[in-house]
């Protein structure tokens, strides 16, 4: 009769359950290719300051010359000149 009017005890906490296993475990792979993706683009930053306006000059060095094919006005072709 001693367990009639006695508190029930508690069930022994096993640990988290696998759905809040695999809830943390997706939100470290997010994080994880998040903290990559930002390492990325200020690197990305990095190596456009670094660069400066550099990229724009060296781009038209590796072009073969088109002084056959120009497109602009030339001397013989301006009223002023």
Known sequence: MGGL???PKAPANIG???AE???VARREKLADEEKARQ???VAARK???KR???GLMTSFLSRT???D????LGPMRNPRG
């Open 65 to 67: 010359p088109e002084e």
């Open 52 to 54: 400066g306006a550099q």
């Open 5 to 7: 009017f006695s508190t």
């Open 21 to 23: 296993l695999d809830a």
């Open 39 to 41: 390492s990325r683009e």
């Open 69 to 72: 094919q120009q497109n602009t």
């Open 47 to 49: 190596r456009s300051r």
């Open 16 to 18: 988290p359950s696998q």
